[in-house]
């Protein structure tokens, strides 16, 4: 079924190839324009709380040192143009082995794919779905009061699915969320970084007690992981908290990256971050009010922190979170999730979140 | 124990001959094994004659043959076609040790001390019993001379056991000598074969014909059709002399006054230099010569150094010149690049020099040993003692991988490349008699190591050129390889026809070839190149238990395996 969407992105597609051609027809060097996908490239919009992109682009122009990557942006292009007319979808890493067929022009490693294909979704302006892809990527795992409801795809009835009934287990956030809708009567969903951290809370039945919704990101959390907190967020106005370790990398690849964005996808960031999500810890103030065990910084850590001061829109907004990264490199060390444990294995549940939940004045923005 | 008297002692002190002394101590003057002592004796004749001729101003002709009559048993005969010496001469000349023209003078030549030519009869007299025959003609209507000599060992004196004229018709002028002697032949970089070969490529005026014990018959022919210009004689410069020299020179002098003694014996004395050269020594300048006492010369000597005495002339000297010396070694190496450089005369204790350098680089030479290094003293190859050699040390201490070789810390270089250096000088500064080392003069070793950086910097921008080029072609293929897929990604996205599937390849490589232009091409280009010379000496000798190019232990890994390392380092990184 090819919707009018896709249409639109067929012919762009086709469009970009005949404005190449066209080129190449008079003797003149085709060029490929894009948008620049980098935080340089990306304002915060305070109004709608998220990183939107500007209008700076880069052009490759075909030369002998871009050819290769110039043909493998054509190949890509083709690929989706295909999996568009023919209804069908690929994972970046299938999309990575069929290059395989390209000769010369194969990737030698996925990340050169998913870079090439990162490109042509910013060229497009549309989110990776829409040309045919989907990330290969697990998405979050879920627990507690929520009931989704999904599509059988074969019989086109709904499925109700109970959130609280995977026992040890949880459910799993398709890569695919748009179609999802939610009932629940939560209070509030909390995103953690660690599954470790997740398996605690769930075992405990934590969100039975505090009436929530639990999600494991496991690291920086996926398009969809985002989307259906931001889902959650909108249509169901649940607050959405973050819970993730003490470090540069927890506040500024994850919690800014779920709030507000990346600036490597700035063009798909307005759907796919939560402006409204707020961050409770484990702040730099936290280690020293619970007097947590901690890890010195490394180099990578103070880079980061020293790279966020100067470069992220968001920090630079900010106030808080600049004092909180500047307490952080003076203090020299970093704390993770599970340092709570030091005082007794279930001090997080029992003391930490309720105390935290409780005090907003402790939370950063 | 029984104590001896003075006297006792005294009845074995006596008068120790040179000639003793060298039977003792013949390793000094590089005789000491039979390889190594045939080398020699080739080598004392053949500067010699060279020697002879360029000051007579003949252009040289040489002959030379070595023939093998036992197992470690040879005969030498050198000919040369010099001006000869007058009879009464020849058994000084051949037949005593430290006598000679060239160590009382300070003029470019091979030869110094007298010694050399004298030893090579004393070894093989030590060696074989038999005494050297010696044949030399002065002059077209003259008869020719021959003797036979030996060496008195307790007196230092010759012993003519036989002499004759001969008649020697196919010869005007020239002599000819004879050595038996013990050695060894053997092939290989410190050979008879490459000795001859390297001194063929710095005195490209002369023409040596050579027969090696093997009955190969090598003719080098003159290459340059003038003598290199005449060695003028220089009088010692004040800033060269020793103490004891200053002292022996007071003693003999003619000069009535120190003044007169100053301005008659050294080189840049004037009136007034020799004046102020009195005042900073405290002496005056009507003081007579014969009168000084070792404390004065000693005031003398140090007043010396206080004097500001401008530099020696250097017209004196005649470097090889920098055309002559890469035209030599292109006749040697097959090579993409060569360069060269003569540095403008330079000072040490008072002696002039001028060295000069010459690089072949690429071509048929391999990569991945240290360079080959040739060195050269007054157009005397070097193969002994490369170790011990100012040269090598400047190699050693030159920054080569700014200029495109590798190099671990402090040691010779490794690539394609042969590095040649000649030192010229009214007196070059050997580490021993055997002539084989150069000592390290800081001021030498600062020339040595300027004119290694300029010829550094020439290879460098050739290496340069050559890895652009390499990478130009690259990057030509890398266009061939991609532009099919570029053509053919485009036929699907638009369904272009076979025809214009095409013209878009077409198209795509006039756009890209046109903005890249010509590619050159680097290629070895080299007439001169002499096939049979530069397989002279290469055959490696198996029992090469003494040579000198001692494999170098390689600690620091190749650099191309280093930055693959680093590259990979930073990948990890960027994963992260």
């Given at each position: 079924?090819?919707?009018?969407?896709?249409?639109?992105?067929?012919?762009?597609?086709?469009?970009?190839?005949?404005?190449?051609?066209?080129?190449?027809?008079?003797?003149?060097?085709?060029?490929?324009?894009?948008?620049?996908?980098?935080?340089?490239?990306?304002?915060?919009?305070?109004?709608?709380?998220?990183?939107?992109?500007?209008?700076?682009?880069?052009?490759?122009?075909?030369?002998?040192?871009?050819?290769?990557?110039?043909?493998?942006?054509?190949?890509?292009?083709?690929?989706?143009?295909?999996?568009?007319?023919?209804?069908?979808?690929?994972?970046?890493?299938?999309?990575?082995?069929?290059?395989?067929?390209?000769?010369?022009?194969?990737?030698?490693?996925?990340?050169?794919?998913?870079?090439?294909?990162?490109?042509?979704?910013?060229?497009?302006?549309?989110?990776?779905?829409?040309?045919?892809?989907?990330?290969?990527?697990?998405?979050?795992?879920?627990?507690?009061?929520?009931?989704?409801?999904?599509?059988?795809?074969?019989?086109?009835?709904?499925?109700?699915?109970?959130?609280?009934?995977?026992?040890?287990?949880?459910?799993?956030?398709?890569?695919?969320?748009?179609?999802?809708?939610?009932?629940?009567?939560?209070?509030?969903?909390?995103?953690?970084?660690?599954?470790?951290?997740?398996?605690?809370?769930?075992?405990?039945?934590?969100?039975?007690?505090?009436?929530?919704?639990?999600?494991?990101?496991?690291?920086?959390?996926?398009?969809?992981?985002?989307?259906?907190?931001?889902?959650?967020?909108?249509?169901?106005?649940?607050?959405?908290?973050?819970?993730?370790?003490?470090?540069?990398?927890?506040?500024?690849?994850?919690?800014?990256?779920?709030?507000?964005?990346?600036?490597?996808?700035?063009?798909?960031?307005?759907?796919?971050?939560?402006?409204?999500?707020?961050?409770?810890?484990?702040?730099?103030?936290?280690?020293?009010?619970?007097?947590?065990?901690?890890?010195?910084?490394?180099?990578?850590?103070?880079?980061?922190?020293?790279?966020?001061?100067?470069?992220?829109?968001?920090?630079?907004?900010?106030?808080?979170?600049?004092?909180?990264?500047?307490?952080?490199?003076?203090?020299?060390?970093?704390?993770?999730?599970?340092?709570?444990?030091?005082?007794?294995?279930?001090?997080?549940?029992?003391?930490?979140?309720?105390?935290?939940?409780?005090?907003?004045?402790?939370?950063?923005? | 124990?029984?104590?001896?008297?003075?006297?006792?002692?005294?009845?074995?002190?006596?008068?120790?001959?040179?000639?003793?002394?060298?039977?003792?101590?013949?390793?000094?003057?590089?005789?000491?094994?039979?390889?190594?002592?045939?080398?020699?004796?080739?080598?004392?004749?053949?500067?010699?004659?060279?020697?002879?001729?360029?000051?007579?101003?003949?252009?040289?002709?040489?002959?030379?043959?070595?023939?093998?009559?036992?197992?470690?048993?040879?005969?030498?005969?050198?000919?040369?076609?010099?001006?000869?010496?007058?009879?009464?001469?020849?058994?000084?000349?051949?037949?005593?040790?430290?006598?000679?023209?060239?160590?009382?003078?300070?003029?470019?030549?091979?030869?110094?001390?007298?010694?050399?030519?004298?030893?090579?009869?004393?070894?093989?007299?030590?060696?074989?019993?038999?005494?050297?025959?010696i044949t030399s003609k002065t002059g077209r209507n003259k008869p020719a001379h021959q003797l036979k000599l030996k060496i008195d060992t307790t007196t230092n004196k010759p012993d003519v056991s036989d002499d004759r004229e001969i008649d020697w018709s196919e010869k005007d002028h020239g002599t000819r000598i004879e050595i038996d002697l013990e050695g060894s032949y053997t092939k290989g970089r410190q050979s008879v074969d490459e000795y001859i070969k390297e001194t063929a490529i710095v005195n490209p005026h002369a023409t040596i014909i050579y027969t090696n014990p093997e009955a190969q018959q090598f003719i080098f022919p003159r290459a340059a059709e003038e003598l290199p210009a005449e060695a003028k004689e220089i009088k010692l410069h004040p800033y060269g002399v020793e103490l004891g020299t200053l002292i022996k020179m007071l003693e003999t002098t003619d000069a009535k006054t120190l003044q007169q003694f100053l301005t008659t014996e050294f080189v840049r004395v004037g009136t007034g230099t020799a004046?102020?050269?009195?005042?900073?020594?405290?002496?005056?300048?009507?003081?007579?010569?014969?009168?000084?006492?070792?404390?004065?010369?000693?005031?003398?000597?140090?007043?010396?150094?206080?004097?500001?005495?401008?530099?020696?002339?250097?017209?004196?000297?005649?470097?090889?010149?920098?055309?002559?010396?890469?035209?030599?070694?292109?006749?040697?190496?097959?090579?993409?690049?060569?360069?060269?450089?003569?540095?403008?005369?330079?000072?040490?204790?008072?002696?002039?020099?001028?060295?000069?350098?010459?690089?072949?680089?690429?071509?048929?030479?391999?990569?991945?040993?240290?360079?080959?290094?040739?060195?050269?003293?007054?157009?005397?190859?070097?193969?002994?003692?490369?170790?011990?050699?100012?040269?090598?040390?400047?190699?050693?201490?030159?920054?080569?991988?700014?200029?495109?070789?590798?190099?671990?810390?402090?040691?010779?270089?490794?690539?394609?490349?042969?590095?040649?250096?000649?030192?010229?000088?009214?007196?070059?500064?050997?580490?021993?008699?055997?002539?084989?080392?150069?000592?390290?003069?800081?001021?030498?070793?600062?020339?040595?190591?300027?004119?290694?950086?300029?010829?550094?910097?020439?290879?460098?921008?050739?290496?340069?050129?050559?890895?652009?080029?390499?990478?130009?072609?690259?990057?030509?293929?890398?266009?061939?390889?991609?532009?099919?897929?570029?053509?053919?990604?485009?036929?699907?996205?638009?369904?272009?026809?076979?025809?214009?599937?095409?013209?878009?390849?077409?198209?795509?490589?006039?756009?890209?070839?046109?903005?890249?232009?010509?590619?050159?091409?680097?290629?070895?280009?080299?007439?001169?190149?002499?096939?049979?010379?530069?397989?002279?000496?290469?055959?490696?000798?198996?029992?090469?238990?003494?040579?000198?190019?001692?494999?170098?232990?390689?600690?620091?890994?190749?650099?191309?395996?280093?930055?693959?390392?680093?590259?990979?380092?930073?990948?990890?990184?960027?994963?992260?």
């Amino acid at each position: 079924m090819t919707t009018k969407k896709d249409i639109n992105v067929i012919a762009k597609i086709t469009e970009i190839a005949k404005g190449i051609y066209g080129k190449i027809k008079l003797i003149k060097q085709p060029e490929l324009e894009m948008p620049i996908r980098a935080l340089s490239n990306v304002e915060y919009n305070t109004e709608d709380g998220y990183f939107k992109q500007l209008n700076n682009k880069k052009t490759r122009t075909l030369t002998a040192s871009t050819i290769k990557t110039f043909a493998q942006t054509l190949r890509m292009m083709n690929l989706s143009k295909k999996l568009i007319e023919t209804d069908d979808i690929a994972t970046k890493r299938e999309a990575y082995y069929v290059s395989k067929n390209w000769g010369d022009a194969r990737f030698r490693e996925q990340p050169e794919s998913d870079t090439v294909m990162d490109d042509i979704e910013a060229m497009m302006g549309v989110n990776r779905e829409q040309i045919g892809f989907i990330p290969g990527e697990k998405g979050g795992a879920v627990a507690g009061k929520l009931t989704v409801i999904d599509i059988d795809k074969e019989t086109g009835k709904e499925l109700r699915i109970d959130c609280t009934k995977f026992g040890a287990g949880a459910y799993s956030i398709p890569s695919s969320v748009e179609h999802l809708q939610f009932e629940t009567n939560a209070k509030f969903v909390l995103a953690i970084e660690t599954a470790g951290m997740f398996e605690r809370l769930n075992k405990h039945k934590y969100w039975k007690n505090e009436n929530c919704v639990i999600i494991a990101m496991s690291g920086v959390p996926t398009r969809a992981t985002r989307r259906f907190m931001r889902k959650l967020s909108d249509e169901n106005k649940l607050p959405v908290y973050v819970f993730t370790d003490g470090d540069p990398y927890g506040y500024f690849s994850i919690y800014r990256t779920l709030k507000v964005g990346s600036g490597n996808a700035a063009h798909i960031n307005e759907f796919f971050c939560v402006p409204k999500a707020k961050f409770i810890g484990v702040t730099p103030q936290d280690i020293e009010d619970y007097k947590l065990p901690t890890h010195p910084l490394k180099e990578v850590d103070f880079k980061k922190i020293k790279d966020v001061l100067n470069n992220d829109p968001f920090c630079l907004h900010h106030k808080e979170w600049q004092k909180a990264l500047k307490q952080m490199a003076k203090m020299r060390v970093r704390v993770e999730q599970q340092a709570f444990s030091a005082h007794s294995l279930n001090f997080v549940m029992e003391k930490y979140l309720p105390d935290k939940l409780k005090n907003s004045k402790t939370w950063l923005p | 124990m029984v104590q001896k008297s003075a006297e006792e002692l005294a009845k074995k002190q006596r008068d120790i001959s040179i000639a003793e002394f060298f039977e003792k101590n013949r390793h000094l003057l590089g005789f000491d094994n039979p390889r190594r002592s045939l080398l020699t004796a080739i080598k004392e004749g053949v500067d010699n004659a060279l020697d002879a001729c360029e000051e007579a101003r003949i252009l040289p002709e040489l002959n030379i043959e070595v023939i093998q009559l036992g197992e470690t048993r040879f005969k030498i005969i050198m000919e040369d076609n010099g001006p000869g010496i007058v009879k009464e001469q020849l058994p000084k000349i051949f037949a005593k040790l430290l006598y000679g023209s060239k160590f009382h003078k300070l003029a470019q030549s091979r030869g110094q001390q007298g010694i050399g030519i004298s030893a090579a009869v004393l070894y093989g007299q030590l060696t074989t019993g038999k005494p050297a025959v010696i044949t030399s003609k002065t002059g077209r209507n003259k008869p020719a001379h021959q003797l036979k000599l030996k060496i008195d060992t307790t007196t230092n004196k010759p012993d003519v056991s036989d002499d004759r004229e001969i008649d020697w018709s196919e010869k005007d002028h020239g002599t000819r000598i004879e050595i038996d002697l013990e050695g060894s032949y053997t092939k290989g970089r410190q050979s008879v074969d490459e000795y001859i070969k390297e001194t063929a490529i710095v005195n490209p005026h002369a023409t040596i014909i050579y027969t090696n014990p093997e009955a190969q018959q090598f003719i080098f022919p003159r290459a340059a059709e003038e003598l290199p210009a005449e060695a003028k004689e220089i009088k010692l410069h004040p800033y060269g002399v020793e103490l004891g020299t200053l002292i022996k020179m007071l003693e003999t002098t003619d000069a009535k006054t120190l003044q007169q003694f100053l301005t008659t014996e050294f080189v840049r004395v004037g009136t007034g230099t020799a004046k102020e050269i009195c005042q900073n020594s405290s002496l005056l300048p009507n003081t007579k010569p014969a009168k000084f006492s070792r404390e004065m010369a000693e005031q003398l000597h140090n007043g010396i150094q206080k004097t500001k005495i401008i530099a020696p002339p250097t017209d004196c000297i005649s470097p090889i010149t920098n055309e002559l010396l890469e035209k030599g070694l292109r006749k040697e190496i097959n090579a993409e690049f060569y360069c060269s450089t003569t540095r403008p005369p330079a000072v040490y204790r008072g002696n002039p020099f001028i060295i000069e350098a010459a690089l072949a680089y690429g071509g048929e030479q391999e990569g991945d040993t240290t360079v080959r290094v040739m060195r050269f003293a007054n157009r005397v190859p070097l193969l002994y003692q490369q170790g011990a050699c100012a040269i090598t040390n400047s190699i050693q201490n030159t920054a080569w991988r700014s200029y495109g070789l590798q190099q671990s810390k402090n040691s010779l270089p490794s690539g394609p490349c042969t590095i040649l250096v000649h030192m010229s000088s009214v007196w070059v500064p050997f580490t021993s008699e055997s002539k084989e080392a150069l000592a390290h003069y800081p001021e030498i070793v600062k020339e040595i190591k300027r004119a290694l950086q300029e010829c550094g910097r020439k290879l460098a921008s050739f290496v340069n050129k050559k890895r652009r080029i390499k990478e130009e072609g690259k990057k030509r293929s890398y266009i061939e390889k991609y532009i099919p897929h570029v053509a053919d990604a485009l036929k699907e996205l638009i369904g272009l026809d076979d025809i214009n599937t095409k013209k878009v390849e077409d198209n795509l490589y006039e756009i890209l070839e046109h903005a890249r232009g010509e590619l050159e091409e680097i290629k070895i280009d080299n007439p001169e190149y002499d096939k049979e010379l530069a397989k002279i000496g290469k055959e490696q000798d198996d029992n090469d238990d003494n040579y000198e190019d001692e494999k170098e232990v390689k600690t620091e890994k190749p650099i191309k395996e280093r930055n693959e390392n680093k590259i990979t380092e930073e990948k990890q990184k960027t994963l992260i």
